[in-house]
């Protein structure tokens, strides 16, 4: 029985990877961090086998404790919180499981470095990275990129610790209902389309012709399940440490054309009264929603071949149209309001 302890389960991507767990390893012994007792009743009334440990990133103490007694950590509740991933890096430092392993969510924008510092936003992108054949370029970037503290943390475990095993999953624009027990909502599509109904119009940075890879949610979660399981086996090197490079897409889509797609979809269901779309600087993205330049105006191209061939994973849930529709749907639902001041 493989002993999984993880954090982030109140947030879109960890609670959607705990229903994943729970689903497919019933046996498996469940620790989840959470803040409160509030937080604590929501995971256990849905899933009553999972063990919440009340506490939360600044909890060295308790998450080093908790990552020394695991299996597996699947650190999920942020890629940027140093104290937290050093107190799991010591934990498993000090781990006398068999072959401890850490399972780190990492943002896609790492591959958009170049554009940030810049700030060139909204501009078309040509290069489309693989984690399989050029991991090498993976890791050169990060190597310059000394901001990226917690990559730095779990890509330095196996020398502390060299029965341990790392994997990073990077992820793209990620779209889809969460299936956990607290948020179900992600934040790209969602908020263009929010800001969308708010403002009688459809909203892309600079020219739009920014391209994101994209993922569904039960599909990206589908890859952490295969990752726990592989760390119960004596399983191919391909899968950890320098090796352990995960990207998850299923398509892409430019930023322009999801603006487009919100406007004409919340026109014909007479949200707004024109399927306008316009042009906002970066400011105004940052504004509207944090760090809405990055997320809404940068390209993140990537093909995902190192989960297709070393664990046989493939996407198989529906394509994004169907998410914008349903995005455009909910927020209109849940947010309608007067229309705001004018962005442009």
């Known amino acids: 029985m493989s002993r999984i302890f993880i954090t982030g389960v109140t947030g879109f991507i960890g609670g959607d990877v705990l229903h994943g767990l729970t689903q497919t390893l019933a046996s498996s012994s469940i620790v989840a961090l959470v803040r409160n007792k509030c937080q604590a009743a929501a995971v256990t009334g849905r899933y009553p086998t999972v063990t919440p440990l009340i506490g939360d990133l600044d909890s060295s103490a308790a998450i080093q404790q908790a990552a020394s007694n695991a299996d597996v950590v699947l650190n999920l509740a942020s890629s940027s919180h140093v104290p937290s991933a050093k107190a799991i890096a010591e934990g498993l430092s000090q ?26 936003f909204g501009q078309p992108g040509t290069k489309i990275f693989n984690d399989f054949q050029g991991v090498s370029e993976i890791h050169e970037i990060l190597n310059a990129s000394p901001k990226r503290a917690v990559d730095h943390l779990v890509r330095g475990l196996h020398s502390r610790n060299p029965r341990a095993r790392t994997a990073i999953v990077y992820g793209p624009l990620i779209y889809g209902k969460g299936r956990g027990p607290v948020n179900q909502r992600s934040i790209q599509i969602p908020d263009l389309a929010k800001v969308a109904l708010q403002h009688e119009s459809g909203v892309h940075v600079g020219r739009g012709l920014n391209t994101w890879s994209t ?7 589908n890859l952490f399940v295969r990752l726990v399981i592989e760390a119960s086996r004596a399983s191919s090197p ?18 322009g054309d999801i603006a487009r797609k919100i406007s004409a979809f919340a ?17 105004t993205a940052d504004r509207l929603t944090p760090h809405g330049s990055v997320i809404w105006g940068t390209n993140v191209q990537y093909q995902a071949i190192r989960a297709r061939e070393v664990l046989g994973w493939l996407p198989q849930w529906h394509g994004i149209e169907d998410e914008i529709e349903r995005a455009v749907l909910y927020e209109a639902a849940m947010h309608r309001t007067r229309p705001a001041e004018k962005l442009v």
Do not use: C, Y
């Not at 990492?106 to 940030?116: D, K």
């Not at 993922?215 to 979660?221: G, M, W, Y």
């Not at 391909?238 to 930023?255: H, L, M, P, R, T």
């Open 95 to 120: 781990s006398e499981r068999n072959n401890p392993t850490w399972i780190q969510i990492a943002g896609g924008s790492m591959l958009s470095g170049s554009e940030i510092q810049s700030k060139t």
């Open 215 to 221: 993922i569904h949610i039960a599909d990206l979660t």
């Open 238 to 255: 391909q899968i950890w440490n320098d090796d352990g490079v995960f990207f998850a897409e299923a398509g892409k889509i430019s930023f």
């Open 267 to 283: 026109h014909s269901q007479g949200f707004i009264k024109s399927p306008e779309v316009i042009e906002i600087d970066a400011a």
